[in-house]
């Protein structure tokens, strides 16, 4: 028996049958029966979860009604609130498949003038669409954005915290490709904010108000929303957890110190995160989008909402994503529009939204952990699937285990007393950068206790006042930004030898304490410095993504994964 899937937004499979039977539960029987709850009960304990875990499970019967089954398990919120089938969570990339479908509803729309299709240039939609490769930049089509394959890496740090979709698009001119034009495939949200502008560019209405209009209340999603101030007002929003300072060379499942991680403040219609991970969902609103899925777009009246086509086109794969398998129940994996195919133990699915349509048969899990909830969602995920096929169930806990640990990055690398200094003094590095896309960053140096003074006041008194827990290193010149975009409010370059310093992206949030703050990091990165003709400049390393190698050249600006130039004073 093989089953072959698609994941991400969700996953797909269709089954080629061998001799057995393709379910070994009756129609009559649950699948979250007592015996999967407490499978599922001892996932969540095995992680050593904070939170918890919304499930559901859609299965068409022989006579043609669908069972339909969800729950929760586990916490909802740090206050102990248990998790239940409304319990609202951020479904993050599952989002991407709603954009793509917003975009297959267009094409399909016979009043538009011009039409488009899924081989429409980008350029002919959005006027300011417009890349640095000239080849990408007039040739990417529809199918080449949502397959990513336009040559761009991620480029996730381009993003200003309250940019729009068109302030996005706007800078991809100025962002470097790092492969060429369809040769590669580098996963980028950037294309699927440039698709949710095209319900303004092409019916003048907000990108979040036609999903609603065209696919959320067709479908009867009534508790499905873009807005996290809607999302709040319910009282039955999951506190999405994060684990500070865990020891995972000594359990790589520790908790650490536990934090409640805000949610991205979206307030605003045509907000940049919502076509790429906006949506916010329950797993009684999964069961439906489930149906609706194996339905190949039908409501659970029987209507079409999503033309059939437009689901299928969705689920082709496009590009060859993952060519070896981590695991021998796996295969390799391809991927077409927000969604990937392959198979599982000759079944197939993966991520958070999964469905087999030869079997009639979907489940999804939503969780609220940041550090291990991919790891969760699949260990019930397989869990649920074993069960339902009557194959033996995998200790997948053990196994991500296993691959946690040996992936645990080995610790920084200290900066040597001697360590050599820049080429310039420190003080000359102090001061403000910028790249086109980008932005502006304006360091301010900590060296010996002392800080620059003038406009680096207020970054001081965050030092000073404990709002940067462990940011700054005395012993260590350092230079500190403030820098507000999806994925930093503070840039940390810490140095190490040379015009070598050490990246840091940082958040910093409140505790339940009054004045006590807790930060989170992004280590690991890298920039270096370069000093030419008098001119002083700098480039972020490592942060396109682990897809391809980074840029080679002579020299830092050459090899430069975005270039900030020094602004003259």
Known sequence: MHLLFAFFSLSLGAVARATQEPFSLSDEAPILSARLDSAIDNILKEFQTPGGVGVAVVRKTAQGTWHVESKGYGNATARGDKTTADTLFAIGSNSKL?????????ISNETLSPRISWTSKIASIIPEWKLMDPVASSESNIVDIMSHRTG????????????????VIS??????PSTGFREHTQYNNHMYTTLSHFPPALVNTTYEQYVHDNILAPLGMDDTRYFYADAVKTGRLADSFLREGANLTEDPFAQGTIRVFPYWDQSTKGHVISGAGGVISSARDMAIW????????KNRANETVIPAEVVRKAATGVTVFTPVAPYPELSPEVYGGAQFRSTYRGYGFRTQVTRFPSENFGVSVLSNEDDLGLSIMESIKYRIIDEVFGLEAIDWPARYRTSRAKAI?????????????????????AGAYTHPAYGTIDFCLFAENKTTGGACASLAEDVAAARLPGVIEPEVPTLLARWDTMVTTYLRLAHYAGDLFNLTAVQNYPTEVPGEFWVRKIEGLRAEFEV???????????????EVPGPEGETVEERAEAWFAKVKV
């Open 409 to 429: 990055p080995p610790p920084l690398l200290a900066r040597a007393k001697d360590a050599p200094a820049p080429a310039v003094p420190y003080a000359a590095l």
């Open 532 to 546: 030419k003709g008098g001119e002083i400049g700098f480039s972020p390393i490592d942060v396109w993504g682990s």
């Open 290 to 297: 489930l149906q609706a899925l194996l339905e190949e777009g």
């Open 152 to 167: 761009l890496p991620r480029h996730d740090f381009m993003t200003p915290l309250d940019a729009s979709p068109i302030d």
């Open 98 to 106: 709603f954009d793509i479908f917003a975009t297959g509803l267009l």
């Open 171 to 176: 800078r991809l001119r100025y962002v470097r």
